[in-house]
């Protein structure tokens, strides 16, 4: 390829007999499909038979970059992790940072697809645009701390490790990948993916550059747009993400009690306070930024001390939390806790957790003791109390362990409640079998469309909700006004998917103007873009997901709505009381103005010629899904 910002070839690995094969990159799908999980979707559909099994040899486990990746660009640090979801069993991707991403493109290859099934435990080790695997034997059963220093002991300081710790190897549904000792690409369960192949571990290496079309052209807009950051930088460069943690307590952004109670009523101001952003500033000890970003949003925390002191890392560091971590442990289960808090991320992140997940998990397991389903008999005598601090890490080592409850809580909630049964299903909040994360519709009502909608179920990072600078949506005043709102939301929703699959960082993309997206395209790839190539690109991308699940046999209007993520029935009290979102309106709009089926959710012949999918009108004609 002579496009900038492609290494222009991807890496097909066979594991079942050990094959490695490169594949030149076909420069018009990059055009059409950007790279990350858009390219992925259309790779992916052409690979996988419909209805492979999940965990088995048929589906195939991504790691994407995009053509942002590695550049100069406003941020260009992202990956996605991707595959045929164990957990829901429709499109599955998680977005990943640190330093992983970038070097997997300076190793040699844009993307790295594996399929198949080890007989043995292995790693994948990719240098200098070469590859190799080895034998994972001494590795396996150690988690990713252990393995990380492992691998750097045997290749050097200077690779980057995409890895799973044992809960990945136990295939625990809402295990993750891992990179940078901490940076979790989190949904979709795909760590367990990772471990079913018993691939432990991918190792990169390399020093090649991305080819750019117009250096100087991105290098400049990168100084123009530095000095027009809006407030928002600021803000994450001086706390990181957890800065939102008490404002979204106090507004009701953040859910409560298991999605059942009110933020400023059973977690007051003064509680969240204790786990947001100068309480978790005074733990930092080190800021931490992924690679070539400006904003350097994270950091190391150190808790040297007492009972929940950081062992596993060298010199009692950890991550520092980020804000769905203190949503997830903190103000959903009422514990002020800051330090146990933060050793419970540690947990997930050696063992390759998702905290989403596993913090819902144990919200869902306390409202079930609550309700008798489960007693201390079920929980080694743990009492599961809100804000019982010690209880909440004692069940997160026991779901990382896969002890006990733990090994009921691993899979997550949807099946949890399944194995439980005696009405538990009640309190299991989740979309599609992925629990939900910590911004609730009944604040922002257009995430109930993101959440029921997009390929990969529950999930906030996929457009919908906050819009960045340049993007003009109608008011705070307006948000419970359901009519006329699919315009805005399909030019959240479009610019999202763009953004995700060309490796920026979501935080840059509303910390910046919207025109910068189009711009930096246009100097790295040499293409010219407009916004409105922006929309017609993610609405591609949106699509091609979206028929992946389709051939699944995928209708994402009957996937279940939890009554407490839309009101129904509304709280009684707090700042979101009385409040019910009608998101079956949101949701009719929106398939009415991209031309989806408002039954099936099939898109039209129409709207396929449209985004020059002609390609899919023979398959999507002969696709049994079922109307809602």
Not at 304 to 324: C, Q, R, V
Not at 580 to 586: A, F, K, S, Y
């Amino acid at each position: 390829m002579k496009t900038g910002g492609y290494i222009g070839k991807i890496l097909d690995v066979d594991l079942s007999t050990g094959t490695l094969t490169e594949e030149a990159l076909d420069e018009s799908l990059c055009r059409q499909y950007i790279g990350g999980y858009g390219l992925a979707a259309y790779l992916l559909y052409q690979r996988m038979p419909a209805g492979a099994d999940p965990l088995g040899p048929h589906n195939v486990l991504g790691f994407m970059t995009g053509p942002l990746t590695g550049t100069p660009a406003l941020i260009g640090s992202r990956f996605t992790v991707l595959g045929k979801s164990p957990k829901t069993h429709t499109w599955g991707d998680a977005n990943g940072g640190g330093h992983f991403g970038p070097h997997m493109k300076f190793a040699g290859f844009d993307g790295i697809l594996v399929r198949g099934l080890s007989e043995q435990p292995v790693y994948l080790f990719v240098h200098e645009g070469q590859a190799e695997l080895r034998d994972a034997a001494h590795l396996w059963g150690q988690n990713v701390y252990a393995s990380e220093e492992a691998l750097k002991a045997e290749h050097g300081k200077d690779v980057q490790i995409a890895s799973i710790g044992t809960s990945g190897e136990q295939r625990s549904l809402l295990a993750c990948v891992v990179t940078d000792a901490g940076r979790a690409a989190g949904r979709s369960g795909l760590g367990a993916l990772m471990g079913a192949k018993k691939l432990k571990a991918i190792v990169v290496k390399g020093n090649l550059s991305v080819p750019l079309a117009d250096t100087k052209g991105i290098r400049a807009l990168r100084r123009e747009y530095l000095a027009k950051a809006s407030s928002f930088v600021s803000s994450l460069r001086d706390y990181g993400t957890c800065s939102g943690t008490a404002v979204s307590a106090k507004s009701g952004d953040s859910p409560v009690r298991n999605w059942g109670g009110a933020g400023p009523v059973d977690f007051p101001t003064e509680r969240a306070e204790k786990i947001a952003e100068e309480a978790v500033v005074a733990l930092q000890r080190k800021r931490y930024g992924c690679w070539g970003c400006p904003i350097r949003c994270g950091g190391w925390v150190k808790v040297s001390k007492g009972e929940y002191a950081l062992s596993a890392m060298p010199g009692f560091m950890g991550h520092k939390p980020e804000y769905e971590t203190l949503w997830s442990f903190g103000t959903d289960l009422l514990n002020d806790n800051l330090e146990s808090i933060v050793k419970a991320n540690e947990i997930c992140n050696e063992y390759s957790l998702d905290t989403i997940s596993v913090g819902a998990a144990i919200a869902f397991a306390i409202e079930c003791f609550e309700e008798g389903i489960i007693t201390a008999r079920d929980t080694d005598g743990l009492e599961l109390t809100w804000g019982n601090h010690s209880a909440i890490v004692a069940l997160a080592e026991k779901i990382a362990r896969r002890e006990g409850l733990g090994d009921i809580l691993a899979d997550g909630v949807k099946v949890a409640a399944e194995k439980l049964g005696h009405g538990a299903e009640q309190y299991a909040i989740h979309v599609a079998g992925e629990e939900l994360p910590g911004h609730d519709p009944r604040f922002m009502p257009a995430l109930a469309t993101t959440y029921l909608l997009d390929a990969t179920p529950g999930r906030h990072t996929q457009g919908g909700g906050w819009p960045p600078p340049g993007i003009k949506v109608r008011g705070t005043k307006m948000k419970y006004v359901y009519e006329g709102q699919a315009e805005d939301f399909y030019k959240l929703m479009t610019s999202m998917h763009v953004v995700n699959s060309a490796g920026l960082c979501m935080f840059g993309h509303f910390a910046y103007h919207i025109d910068l997206l189009p711009k930096q395209l246009t100097a790295v790839t040499g293409w010219d873009y407009t916004l409105d190539d922006v929309w017609e690109t993610g609405m591609r991308i949106a699509t091609m997901r979206h028929v992946f699940n389709l051939r699944e046999g995928h209708n994402p209007l009957l996937w279940n709505v939890p009554g407490r993520m839309v009101g129904d029935p509304p709280l009684q009290h707090g700042r979101l009381k009385g409040v019910t979102i009608d998101h079956n309106t949101m949701r009719r709009e929106l398939l009415e103005y991209v031309g989806w089926h408002p039954q099936t959710t099939v898109p039209s012949e129409e709207s396929l010629r449209k985004l020059g999918m002609e390609f899919l009108l023979e398959d999507v004609a002969a696709f049994q899904v079922p109307p809602a």
